[in-house]
């Protein structure tokens, strides 16, 4: 079977886990190897996601590994066996891989988390907004790259506005709320965006005013995915260097601390509307 030559980040996500697996047993890759009856030149490609596992080496693997937490296990499975196409395919070749593996991440999550400090999250911007945001990029983007870009991020808004909808929690900076992100009206008509959406049950959206006392934990945009078992949740920040998906449990638990910190800092969801109203006014 051929390599693959770009593994997404699902794929490269669940190579690692067999390998903090394996690590975790103590065992070499060579000895990994022997329990399947394969070269260790297989287990490379398993664990950098150059190649794929079928469920019966997989389970194979966790029962050598020693691991006994099943849903954890069926979790990796699913990850292992799924072969459908979503709907981000069809910009493949068209945006940066980063693009596709955000949306898959979407597609799979069980919940949605964001801290917002300079810009309204991806998911609650209006088109109008997201087209004033891809706009200021610098190299300037082509008028294709562009709008592609920009209908990119409105399909995305399926994870909380689909038939499948999950619960999403909000919480953004009054910073990013008052920042003109395009001209005055956008602006009215972004705010407006974000207060009919929290009206959604499934929907929570808190604010940070700039007159919170001892507060500086919002430091830096935060996206919390929640995977089908804690385990695997993932955050998600942008850098100077490109989208980074953090997976590690130490940093996961950190980002659950900080963001549990945040929420509970930050305006409950009815002052947060009408803070959001107030802003709106004074534009």
Known sequence: MALR??????QKRLAAELRRLREAADLTAREAA???G???VQISHIESALAGVSEERLRRLASHYSCTDGQFIDALVAMATDRARGWWEEYRGLLPTSFLDLSELDHHAKFRHDVAVL???GLLQTEEYAHAVFSSRVPELTQEELELRVRHRNARRVIIEGPTAVPYSAVIHEAALRIRVGDRMASRTQLARIL???EADNVTVRAIPFDLDNFTRA????TYSGGTVAKLDTVVRDTLLGTVFIDSEAQLSSARTIFRKIEDASLAPDRSRDFI???AKEL
Do not use: D
């Open 5 to 10: 030559r770009e593994p997404t980040a699902r």
């Open 34 to 36: 022997a329990l399947l």
């Open 38 to 40: 394969v070269s260790p």
């Open 119 to 121: 810009y309204v999250p």
């Open 196 to 198: 009919e959406l929290s």
């Open 219 to 222: 430091g830096s945009a935060m």
């Open 277 to 279: 109203h107030s802003v």
